[in-house]
């Protein structure tokens, strides 16, 4: 079993930057490939972003290329959405995500991540 905890979240105006960590409480950190999911108001949640659990392979939505990053480091336990140049557009709960049998491929996850965190809120203003 692995907890999560999202964190870095807040209200940034567009065009900013933000890091959102994902702290996971397990000491197989690095046995799961961690993911990040965002849910806007009165939208499905949706994929954003997943990295395997070596972090040699990653996946981005084609639609957030170039402007969000996934990164982890397992000495720390914790996953990293790195987000660029950000819009309206991008403002949900962000949610991270932990498997430890979903394959990092070029592409998004086959299946739904069996374990997730609470959220962490971002709000960009115009």
């Known amino acids: 079993q692995i907890q999560l905890v999202e964190s870095g979240g807040g209200l940034v105006q567009a065009g900013d930057s933000l890091r959102l960590s994902c702290a996971a409480s397990?000491?197989?950190?690095?046995?799961?490939?961690m993911a990040w999911f965002r849910q806007a108001p009165g939208k499905e949640r949706e994929f954003v972003a997943h990295?395997?659990?070596?972090?040699?392979?990653?996946y981005v939505a084609d639609f957030l290329k170039g402007r969000f990053t996934i990164s982890r480091d397992n000495a720390k336990n914790t996953a990293y959405l790195y987000m660029d140049n950000l819009t309206p557009e991008d403002t949900a709960v962000y949610f991270c995500?932990?498997?430890?049998?979903?394959?990092?491929?070029?592409?998004?996850?086959?299946?739904?991540?069996?374990?997730w965190g609470q959220g962490t809120q971002v709000t960009v203003s115009s």
């Open positions: 397990s000491r197989t950190f690095n046995h799961y490939a």
């Open positions: 995500a932990a498997d430890p049998g979903i394959g990092v491929a070029a592409g998004p996850p086959r299946r739904p991540y069996n374990y």
């Open positions: 990295i395997s659990w070596g972090g040699d392979k990653t």
